[in-house]
């Protein structure tokens, strides 16, 4: 599958902001889609993850700010993000992964979408 991210810019502290990620192929009902980030300096951090029945998982950092869903009708999954802190700023990935396994860890992951800037200014 690949995957196309859109959706970032730039905000204020307390905006929000909505990310899609577009996946070609006919199989993205059955992948588990996840959302990474990576500031500078900093390793890629995992966001959110659906699995491929709707199961939502999320990172500490940013559960009950963002939501994670997905429309198998349009093979896209979105990242809705609000109450935005300038530690948010990173470029942010939408990851698929075929199968089972730790879905907080970027290595069960098959395919990666190039990245949209996200920054949120003070």
């Known amino acids: 599958v690949q995957l196309q991210a859109s959706g970032g810019g730039l905000v204020q502290a307390g905006g929000s902001l909505r990310l899609s990620c577009a996946a070609s192929?006919?199989?993205?009902?059955?992948?588990?889609m996840g959302w990474f980030r990576q500031a500078p300096g900093k390793e890629r951090d995992f966001v959110a993850d659906i699995s491929w029945y709707g199961a939502t998982y999320y990172a500490d950092s940013v559960k009950g700010r963002f939501t994670i869903s997905r429309d198998n009708a349009k093979n896209t999954v979105y990242l809705q993000m609000d109450s935005l802190k300038p530690e948010d700023t990173a470029v942010y990935y939408c990851?698929?992964?075929?199968?089972?396994?730790?879905?907080?860890?970027?290595?069960?992951?098959?395919?990666w979408g190039q990245g949209t800037q996200v920054t949120v200014s003070s």
């Open positions: 192929g006919r199989t993205f009902s059955s992948y588990n």
């Open positions: 990851a698929a992964c075929p199968g089972g396994g730790a879905y907080y860890t970027a290595g069960v992951y098959s395919s």
